[in-house]
């Protein structure tokens, strides 16, 4: 059932755009609604304050670690809860940047769900040795 719903998305997608058909436009489409994401989340800390980042260095020695306690030592730098209203312009944008893989995968006769396959089994396969 999921393939199909991925399939249907991508092909709603293939039907919905109409004036960047080009893969130069999906790729420039692509790159800004991935900015406008990066953008949506600075402005839930800066203008909202619903989340705030509170970075500092990263443990680098992991001589004495197991791969299960490095992913309890490494910290996101995040603390708060996205409000409602954040939460929501993230997700579109989030959408927009979803209709925009799907809309590159359509000009280069890929299929996002076979993506998402590959990439969940790599996952699955390698489990935390993938270290990205």
């Known amino acids: 059932m999921k393939d199909v719903i991925f399939d249907e998305f991508q092909n709603s997608v293939d039907e919905s755009l109409l004036r960047h ?37 990263q443990k680098t020695n992991f001589d004495e670690d197991t791969l299960d306690t490095i992913s309890e030592a490494l910290k996101t730098h995040l603390k708060g ?11 579109n944008e989030m959408g927009n940047n979803l209709f925009y893989l799907a809309a590159l995968c359509n000009v280069l006769d890929v299929n996002l769900y076979d993506i998402l396959l590959r990439e969940y ?5 390698l489990g935390k040795y993938t270290l990205r």
């Open 121 to 125: 089994d790599k996952i699955n396969t």
């Open 81 to 91: 809860k996205l409000c409602e209203n954040c939460r929501d312009v993230i997700q």
């Open 21 to 57: 058909r080009s893969v130069l436009d999906i790729l420039s489409k692509l790159q800004e609604s991935s900015a406008r994401i990066n953008r949506a989340v600075a402005k839930s800390v800066t203008n909202c304050g619903c989340v705030q980042i509170q970075a500092s260095k």
